[in-house]
């Protein structure tokens, strides 16, 4: 009776084991026996395949002084000196082996690795494409040639080699995923959606193509169309927990939040229980204005990754949302503390140090976000009227002044100095930040009537206004 797989593996492996066994024994009594090559090949691959490099390192000299010309070993011997960050020596080694030899694809991949560590680009794409004339298995040159170019932010070059790693090999996952890794950085998520779609059209049993696929249309904001790609791969693979979690972010985005928490729970189904996906299941909760038990999942998420910032602030939000705001507070602070470089968490730290009414506190948090984060043009709005409802009109007007220098095409931080600049007495100077403001955006006049109310019964205003009406 034939052996099954299973049986046949065992055996491999326990023969393997005596191999290797025998080696250890010979250098531990000092004896020197005898093995062929093709033993010595399948020791030092065992401890390659264990990360023991040293005895690996010892094989291969052991392997040497038997068979000196043997070029598999000074190949592996250059494969490590290139994992110890000893490149020169490796090249040394490969200039050998490429002169005994017939030239080889795994010579000139293992080169132009070695090239590769050293940043040397140029000389690294030349032995990759000297492989290509020797391989079986062009896309995995190609991929390396796309890695090469990926690296160095040459993007297009990468995308380039990477298609012709798919069209050598439509099921090579990496070279897949990697194209979609392109096409987000480059900001071509239509172009992404075209070539997946083409790609389907010729593999539509892809599950890889279909995530991707879906990716790039979550990114174009197209969330329907890209619930439906993620089903597809789900149809094809059904333990493909990244495309649960993807269809859930998706159906989040359109508000189908109760589809979305039993999607995110699907993933658990598949692999271990994700922070992240207690986060978002959290997030979903509190968007349902479900306050505690959103609380719960935050928890979660900290509880399986204490680091996760955004779990923090969220539980923060929560109890600020239940009238709990002194105690979350505090883990805002938290967060805080994890990503002190986060314009939004100190945003919110502000904001409920203003309704705690710490004033002052909320004026050092909000000079932190103007800080980290000048392009958001609502903090310079709120920094101001915290200011200005503080009495202080000058510091208000300087944060003003200091937004429109980050914003000046904003038409709301122009109504506001123009009613700051009424309300001091400043009015020639009100009414010149008024007509730029008119000029910006007609519409958004109303903003001056709610900053300072008493200007609806001033005429120049009023003129001034309708002089600028459509």
């Known amino acids: 009776m034939a052996e099954n797989k299973d049986d046949f593996e065992e055996n491999e492996e326990q023969e393997i084991k005596a191999l290797v066994g025998r080696f250890e024994e010979m250098i531990q009594k000092g004896e020197h026996l005898f093995f062929d090559t093709h033993e010595l090949e399948e020791i030092v691959e065992f401890y390659i395949d264990v990360n023991n490099h040293p005895q690996a390192v010892v094989v291969i000299e ?42 080889s694809d795994e010579l000139y991949m293992t080169k132009g690795g070695v090239y590769s560590q050293m940043g040397l680009t140029d000389q690294a794409i030349e032995n990759y494409k000297k492989a290509l004339e020797f391989t079986e298995v062009p896309d995995e040159v190609y991929l390396n040639m796309a890695f090469e170019f990926g690296n160095n932010g040459k993007t297009d070059d990468a995308i380039y080699y990477l298609k012709k790693a798919v069209q050598c090999n439509p099921e090579n996952e990496a070279a897949l995923y990697e194209l979609a890794f392109c096409y987000e950085i480059t900001g071509k998520s239509e172009e992404a ?18 995530f991707n696929l879906g990716v790039s249309y979550n990114r174009l904001a197209l969330y329907e169309k890209a619930i439906l790609a993620y089903d597809y791969a789900l149809a094809i693979d059904e333990t493909f927990a990244s495309a649960y979690f993807n269809k859930a972010n998706a159906l989040a985005n359109l508000e189908r939040y109760d589809e979305a928490i039993e999607t995110y729970k699907e993933t658990f189904l ?3 229980q994700d922070a992240l ?21 935050y928890n979660k998420a900290i509880k399986a990754d204490p680091l996760l910032a955004d779990a923090w602030l969220g539980i923060g939000i929560s109890l600020d949302s239940l009238a709990r705001t002194s105690e979350g507070i505090h883990y805002v602070k938290k967060a805080i503390d994890l990503q002190p470089e986060s314009g939004v968490f100190w945003y919110v730290f502000g904001d409920m140090q203003c309704k705690l009414d710490f004033y002052e506190e909320a004026g050092i948090a909000y000079t932190k976000v103007t800080e980290l984060e000048p392009e958001n043009k609502d903090i310079w709005l709120d920094f101001a009227n915290l200011l200005d409802s503080q009495g202080d009109k000058t510091r208000a007007l300087e944060i003003l002044a200091e937004g429109v220098k980050h914003h000046p095409d904003n038409a709301e931080l122009l109504y506001r ?9 400043q009015k020639q100077e009100a009414l010149t930040f008024l007509h730029n403001a008119l000029g910006l955006d007609y519409d958004k006049h109303s903003d001056l009537f709610e900053y300072l109310p008493q200007l609806k019964e001033n005429t120049i205003v009023l003129d001034l206004i309708e002089s600028y009406k459509k």
């Not at 996906?277 to 959103?294: F, M, R, S, V």
């Not at 100095?417 to 007495?425: D, K, R």
């Open 193 to 210: 959606v075209k070539y997946y779609s083409g790609f389907l059209d010729k593999n539509p049993y892809s599950k890889t193509a279909w």
């Open 270 to 272: 598949y692999e271990h």
């Open 277 to 297: 996906a207690y986060y978002y299941i959290a997030e979903c909760y509190e968007k349902k204005e479900q306050y505690d038990t959103a609380l719960v999942f």
């Open 417 to 425: 100095i123009s009613a700051c600049l009424f309300s001091v007495g």
């Open 62 to 103: 052991f392997a040497l002084e038997q068979y000196p010309t043997a070029t598999f070993f000074m190949l592996r011997s250059a494969q490590l000196l290139s994992a110890a960050n000893q490149t020169h020596k490796a090249l040394e080694i490969l200039s050998q082996a490429e002169r005994l030899e017939s030239p």
